[in-house]
């Protein structure tokens, strides 16, 4: 192949990507909600789980709109087609999921296991947040979220 004039290779750019780690492990208190990530930034959870020693114990993930405020729950469609439910595994148990997979269900030992299947991008950043529903007793849980960001 001949070419005509100079030639010059360009090297493919790509936007700096940074790789963290986020965790929250440990009690939750009643009727509580911690924020494990809260941000702005593009970004691909590349990695998530979650366990708990409680079925309705879960995830609440909230991506940020272009203008900055809040996007409607990403969570998990009801059966009968009603608003989105949070993540919890009472809610991939009940009402299945393509994104979310139960891997331990063991109500007998208060054992319950989720893990995201594949990778979530969010252009304008995303808010996850781990809660307990239950109105008396203190439950545990542990959350894990690998993310690499994108760019600036």
């Known amino acids: 192949m001949s070419f005509i004039g100079r030639r010059r290779d360009r090297p493919r750019t790509r936007p700096a990507a940074e790789t963290r780690y986020y965790e929250r492990d440990g009690d ?3 009727e509580t909600t911690d924020v494990l990530l ?6 691909e959870v590349v ?3 979650f366990s708990t020693n ?4 879960g995830l609440e993930i909230f991506p940020y709109k272009a203008d900055g405020t809040l996007d409607t729950l990403l969570g998990i469609a009801h059966k009968s087609g009603f ?6 595994p009472v809610s991939i148990r009940d009402h299945k999921s393509y994104l979310w997979n139960l891997l331990i269900d063991d109500e007998p030992t208060l054992s319950y296991k989720i893990e995201m299947v594949r990778p979530l991008p969010f252009a304008n950043g995303v808010k996850i947040q781990v809660y307990n529903p239950e109105p008396i007793e203190t439950k545990r849980l542990c959350c894990q979220v690998l993310v690499t960001y994108l760019g600036d």
């Open 28 to 30: 939750i208190l009643p």
């Open 38 to 43: 809260d941000t702005k930034r593009t970004l």
């Open 47 to 49: 990695f998530l789980d």
């Open 54 to 57: 409680d079925a309705d114990c």
């Open 83 to 88: 608003n989105p439910l949070t993540i919890s």
